[in-house]
């Protein structure tokens, strides 16, 4: 559901591969976040000296900013084996105690979705997170009988997009939050080229900061935009990604000048459109533009608010006076000011 959309099917696979491919393994490759990597690179640290499990950790940002690589980075770090499940999956109590019993001393057990748990499951890992203890009930009725299974020492990683979406009970038995933001032009330039060296992609500068610029500041946007001018430049342009063939790829997936989808153009028209000037409820925009309303709120909102182009207030969402300007429309009276927003990402 907060998976990127505007995929085609066919390219779900082609994407999943590649996600994997280009996937980072050690803390070093990472690009970015340096904040978190510092934090991440004492924690592990500290806790091989001791020869403990890391604390819990909660990752949490939008789709796409690197929030499995970085589990996986940890356990590698760690230099211990990783589960990896999602919230949906463990669709009952059983599951979820066949996985912990086979985790073996200090193992990360990842979980991604972690705010789509059902309630069982959820309750379940409270005392595996606390006290390394599995209550399971055996039997029916009268003879029925509590069983405690005691766990291996492990680390759950749970990854969403929202901490708000996680209950206080499970947010709480986390050690540690980290949440990933946007990266800026400059990571994404260093990104793209790491991705191009390993797909073999002859990529210049002017053609890699094309990408960038236009990749919503998320790392899985920069491979799959790699991808499309790859394709572009093998057929059209004798192999080279240079800018041309990088505007012309980005052209034809309807992306514009600040990175901006159809989606995301969409949202800002409603909000730009008759309402303009009132605030919106989310629900609204979900339904104006036939989408699901976590998508509009995990996907497309945080990225419109970091680019200045909407603002959330308490009694809805608002189109600043740039987002106007962007859909090249006049700018209301009492439009919120690009100075009420934070700078745009990205110039264009
Ligand atoms: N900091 C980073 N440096 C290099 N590549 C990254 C980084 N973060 C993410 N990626 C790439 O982006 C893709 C998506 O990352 P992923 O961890 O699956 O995101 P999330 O789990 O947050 O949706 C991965 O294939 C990975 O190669
Ligand atoms: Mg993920």
Redesign the pocket.
């Known amino acids: 559901m907060s998976?990127?959309r505007a995929v085609a099917p066919e390219e779900v696979d082609e994407e999943r591969v590649?996600?994997?491919?280009?996937?980072?393994r050690r803390l070093d490759?990472?690009?970015?976040?340096r904040g978190v990597k510092e934090q991440v690179r004492i924690m592990v640290e500290a806790a091989r000296q001791r020869g403990e499990p890391l604390d819990h950790v909660l990752?949490y940002?939008?789709?796409?900013?690197?929030?499995?690589?970085?589990?996986?980075i940890i356990a590698n770090e760690m230099g211990v084996g990783a589960r990896l499940t999602s919230g949906p999956a463990l669709e009952h109590q059983g599951m979820l105690a066949s996985i912990l019993t086979s985790l073996d001393d200090r193992d990360v057990f990842f979980v991604?979705e972690v705010h789509r748990l059902n309630r069982a499951v959820e309750e379940s890992l409270y005392p595996a997170m606390e006290d390394l203890a599995f209550d399971f009930v055996a039997g029916k009725g009268a003879g029925a009988q509590t069983l405690r299974l005691t766990l291996s020492r492990f680390t759950v990683i749970g990854?969403t997009?929202r901490a708000g979406a996680l209950g206080g009970p499970l947010r709480d038995r986390f050690g540690v939050t980290f949440r990933?933001d946007f990266?800026d032009v400059d990571?994404l330039v260093?990104?793209a080229n790491?991705?191009a060296a390993l797909l073999g992609v002859e990529l210049d500068a002017a053609g890699a900061t094309m990408i960038a610029r236009r990749s919503r500041g998320?790392?899985?946007i920069?491979?799959r935009l790699l991808r499309r001018a790859r394709d572009y430049a093998q057929v059209r342009a004798a192999g080279r990604v240079d800018e041309p063939v990088a505007t012309a790829a980005l052209d034809v997936l309807g992306i514009d000048s600040l990175g901006l989808d159809e989606l995301d153009r969409r949202v800002l028209g409603v909000l730009c459109g008759s309402l303009r000037g009132h605030p919106v409820g989310v629900q609204t925009v979900a339904v104006s533009v036939q989408e699901d309303p976590d998508t509009i709120e995990d996907v497309v909102e945080p990225f419109l608010i970091r680019s200045g182009l909407m603002a959330r207030t308490p009694r809805g969402r608002l189109a600043t006076a740039g987002a106007y300007r962007h859909l090249g429309m006049a700018v209301p009276s009492g439009a919120l000011g690009d100075t009420d927003a934070q700078a745009p990402l990205f110039d264009s």
Request: aromatic fraction near 4%; glycine fraction near 10%.
């Open positions: 998976e990127p590649s996600d994997i491919a280009l996937r980072p490759e990472f690009t970015g976040q990752l940002g939008p789709p796409g900013l690197g929030k499995t690589t970085l589990a996986q991604d990854a997009t990933l990266y990571d260093a990104i790491r991705s998320t790392p899985r920069v491979n």
